[in-house]
């Protein structure tokens, strides 16, 4: 049986960095998105509760499938087994800089044409 595979998305979000493990991901029908689907959190234990990935849990309830700006994203690995996923607040000055939209297409260039 061939193995699954299971990714670590890390991307940008309203001055947070999210980090979410994921059964697929793939380029979407939306343009200039990526399409992350299928998420895996860490097994439920009664003992220990992590808060950010309960925050993170809680935020994606009830999510099928969501969207990431491509230029949103920090990074994708295609790794062994899933983590704790989590939240991370940006730090410092860094927090109040918004990444500004990169064009898809050159200045000057028509999409249309070759």
Request: hydrophobic share 40%.
């Amino acid at each position: 049986m061939p193995k699954k595979s299971i990714y670590r998305v890390v991307f940008f979000n309203q001055g947070k960095v999210y980090e979410v493990y994921a059964g697929h991901v793939g380029q979407g029908d939306l343009y200039g998105f990526i399409d992350v689907s299928g998420l895996i959190f860490g097994a439920r234990s009664a003992v220990v509760v992590d808060p950010s990935e309960e925050r993170l849990r809680n935020e994606f309830s009830g999510v099928d499938r969501f969207h990431v700006p491509l230029h949103a994203v920090v990074r994708i690995d295609e790794v062994e087994k899933e983590g704790a996923g989590k939240i991370t607040e940006i730090s410092g000055q860094a927090g109040n800089v918004m990444p500004f939209p990169a064009a898809a297409y050159p200045p000057g260039r028509d999409p249309g044409r070759s």
